[in-house]
């Protein structure tokens, strides 16, 4: 396991895809931009969507703090006594990037779904992994992967992508396509380089975003790594573009060329 000095903002940085602040600033003008014009309208008179987009920062926080309840009452909390080597893996990853407390881990109920996620409400931050994504480190007996998975995830949560006012202020550029979408693309090259840091070793088990978790151990990373080189064309960059997260092809090949980000578009 690598430990980073978080303490050197350079090593931060670095950390952060190059164009993720830029998408950000974006995403803030045009939820700045229409907040702007839902209050002028409003002052005017109006109703209907004006007051819906000045809802907007009350929804937020009722979203946040749902989707936390909702992890607390349903998934599995991971804890010392309760999947233990997971909670190691937790802990170690919020002390290697210097969180000032250690998140909430949930497993959740999967249904077939491989995703794990971060967020948080008011103080509290919170990982939860999907139950078929967890087996992955469990069951199947590949630490690392989940190692990965876990570091990626609470990867987000050091570099800010889970604040409610980062949030509240991209809202609005979430809904519209590409836009909102950019963003969250450049945050998952992000927390894919934090994981990198944290256990490069774990890059492989992504093979199972792509075959599934009892196929994945025989895929080949790297023929998917290179194929970021020949499956190109109009449509697979409008695939990427509409995408939260980046194209699995592309995806590989930023965490084997290490020497430069990701592709963002």
């Known amino acids: ?126 990982v939860a992994v999907h139950s078929d994504l967890f087996e992955v480190g469990g069951r199947l007996a590949d630490p690392d992967a989940l190692r990965f998975v876990i570091g990626h995830e609470v990867g987000h949560i050091a570099a800010g992508h889970v604040s409610y006012w980062r949030q509240f202020g991209v809202s609005v550029a979430e809904i519209i396509p590409g836009i909102g979408a950019t963003l969250n693309r450049a945050q998952e090259y992000t927390a894919d380089n934090h994981a990198y840091e944290f256990c490069p070793q774990g890059k492989e088990g992504l093979r199972v975003l792509a075959a599934g978790k009892y196929l994945y151990p025989d895929v080949d990373f790297a023929d998917i790594a290179d194929r970021a080189h020949t499956d190109q064309g109009l449509f697979v960059m409008l695939v990427n573009l509409l995408s939260s997260h980046p194209i699995n092809t592309w995806r590989f090949h930023a965490l084997t060329d290490r020497s430069r980000p990701g592709r963002l578009l």
């Open 1 to 126: 396991m690598l430990l980073v000095r978080w303490g050197d903002p350079r090593r931060t940085r670095a950390l952060r895809h190059p164009r993720e602040n830029a998408a950000l600033l974006v995403c803030l003008a045009v939820t700045a931009l229409a907040v702007t014009g839902a209050v002028n309208r409003a002052l005017d008179g109006e109703t209907g969507q004006p007051l819906l987009v000045l809802a907007i920062p009350a929804l937020v926080f009722f979203v946040r703090g749902q989707l936390y309840a909702r992890q607390r009452v349903n998934g599995v909390r991971i804890s010392p006594t309760q999947f233990p080597e997971a909670h190691r893996m937790v802990v170690e990853a919020a002390r290697a990037f210097e969180l000032p407390q250690v998140p909430d881990a949930y497993v959740v109920l999967g249904n077939g779904h491989i995703n794990a996620f971060a967020s948080g409400h008011g103080s509290r931050r919170f």
